[in-house]
């Protein structure tokens, strides 16, 4: 048993956002049927490619494939949310309305039903017909303006896509929130977020900042802008990163450096004085800890209770021991992938299919949504859908 068992998904999303938030409820148990054009979606790249970034965020779907553009392949949509519960698109604004699949004409087939649409700019608002970007959301947010070293007037990204994959979770969060509201009124919703948006709610600190004091934040590099030393040091052998927030865990790091004196040191007594005296405390720590390995200074300030950990690559992170007992990778179809990191100790998250080929599922899928078989072998036989095989069965 699943948590959304019972719930029937369509997805109509390409690349990340809206994809990560159907792999979220697919991974709580919802089905989701994934709908992609006949030629299949750009980030399945090329036959016998080794990645395709596609099977990262389409694992756990069936997979149908349907011409939008023609209005056959848009009724069999239409169709298919007579029995939906939640319909997810990442289309450019007023793109699906056009086809007859926006929320108007879909709620009005079924008033039950929970429509997510994840945008780079949201619904409205002078940039409502804008393309949107991982990159460009992280640009204009101030992200990339406050990441990178301290000083330096390079711009530089997160590495990973986070207002892509921030969008579909809150996409998801909004359509789990939608469903409850259902169930207590029997009436669905629009729910709809942006990347832009979901970029700028990441900012907490930084926009607080600038709210309480108009100070804008600046680039720090791994340091944390309210306390120190919370950020990367020097090792013998390598980096440690380290969490001392506060002046508790302060003396007690010194006590684990073998250098309790540094913590009544001039400058760096009280926690206000070592933010104002970043660099000169990062040069005295480091002073100390490249006389030892990261691992020994780790296991000293486990010991204590002072927060670190190592720099990690990402080989070295997938084999660190935690991560292996929390069972984030599954595998399935012979495949690993990394689990949705939601513990339901009742319902549990499970993989159960890897990543479907283009029209894996289309006959199956509209078989069981009433279609008759001569209606689906005319649908792919004139284009408006398609399945692996391509050529009407036998």
Known sequence: MHA???????DCTHVIAGAYCSLILADLGAEVIKIEPPAGETTRGHPGQAF??????????RAIALDLTTERGAHVVRRLAETADIFVENYRPGSLDRMGLGYAAL??????LVYA???????????RDRGGFDL???????????????????????????????????????????????DRTGEGQHVETSLLESALAYTIWETGLFLSTGEVAKRQGTRHRLAAPY???????GWIVVGVNNQRLWVRFCEALGEPQVATEEGFDRPNRRVR????????????????????WLAKLAAVGVPAGPLNDIAQAWADPQVAARGLLAEVAGRRFVRTPIKLHATPVELTRGPAEVGQDTRAVLAEAGFANDEVEALIR??????QRKEPAA
């Open 4 to 10: 959304l068992d019972g719930l029937k998904v369509l």
């Open 52 to 61: 395709r970034a596609f099977d990262y965020v389409n694992r756990n779907k």
């Open 107 to 112: 709620s009005e087939i079924n008033p039950r």
């Open 117 to 127: 649409s994840v945008s780079g700019f949201g619904l409205d608002g002078p940039y």
């Open 136 to 182: 460009i959301a992280q640009a204009m947010s101030g992200i990339m303006s406050f990441t990178g070293e301290a000083g330096s007037q390079q711009p530089v990204a997160a590495g990973v896509p986070l207002s892509d994959l921030n969008a579909g979770v809150f996409a998801a969060v909004g359509v789990l929130a939608a469903l409850r509201h259902r």
């Open 231 to 237: 950020e990367a040091l020097r090792t013998a052998d």
């Open 277 to 296: 005296n970043r660099d000169a405390l990062q040069a005295r720590l480091e002073q100390i800890l490249t006389r030892g390995t990261t691992e020994s």
């Open 382 to 387: 004139d284009g408006a859908a398609a399945d």
